[in-house]
């Protein structure tokens, strides 16, 4: 593509960049279905977690940047689960169930922030994303295998932020999912 100066420049490069990203990811959706296809014949699920991890841990040692490791992280997961759209049985909740243990000194004010509930007792049928590294990938692989939320755990130096973006993705996940009829 040839390089104009300028915003608009810029903004046509960014367009073509788009433009490529959008046939790129629509010519791997169209590999997806075709093994989607086989794996159905074969009686073997479409969504294979292990897989994920390795296809994630392969991008992370390939990410030169500037995009930091978190943010290849977030976009991918997030990328290869709406790939796994629709190809699981049942629906999950709208929205998702969110308890919390809290950690000593964790802001309890945060669980209301976000709508979540303090965890008492084990609850059928949430995944366990206690575990702050991989929260994010057990969710929303959680919400695609057939969980009814998960289960997280609130440090007392818990990101705020980071919440809000776990929190937005499992119910946008679940409304996408609900869109296309759960199949």
């Known amino acids: 593509m040839r390089k104009l100066g300028g915003l608009g ?13 959008l046939r790129l990811l629509n010519r791997r959706a169209a590999i997806v279905r ?48 709406h790939f796994a759209l629709g190809h699981r049985p049942g629906r999950p ?20 922030r976000h709508g979540i509930r303090r965890l008492h007792r084990r609850s059928r049928g949430l ?24 289960i997280l755990r609130i440090g007392k130096d818990e990101d705020d932020e980071a919440l809000a973006d776990l929190c937005y993705r499992a119910k946008l996940l679940c409304l996408a999912l609900r869109a296309g009829g759960g199949r």
């Open 9 to 21: 420049g810029a903004r046509a490069e960014i367009e073509g960049i788009d433009a490529e990203l």
């Open 34 to 81: 075709k093994l989607h296809a086989r794996k159905a014949k074969e009686g073997r699920p479409f969504y294979d977690a292990p897989r994920t991890d390795a296809i994630l841990d392969r991008l992370l040692r390939l990410n030169k940047g500037p995009l930091r490791d978190e943010q290849v992280l977030a976009l991918f997961s997030f990328l290869l689960h």
């Open 93 to 112: 909740p709208d929205p998702p169930i969110f308890l919390a243990e809290l950690a000593p000194g964790a802001d309890k004010a945060i669980l209301r």
């Open 127 to 150: 995944v366990d994303a206690r575990d702050p590294a991989t929260r994010m990938v057990r969710v929303l692989s959680g919400l695609l295998t057939g969980a009814r939320g998960a």
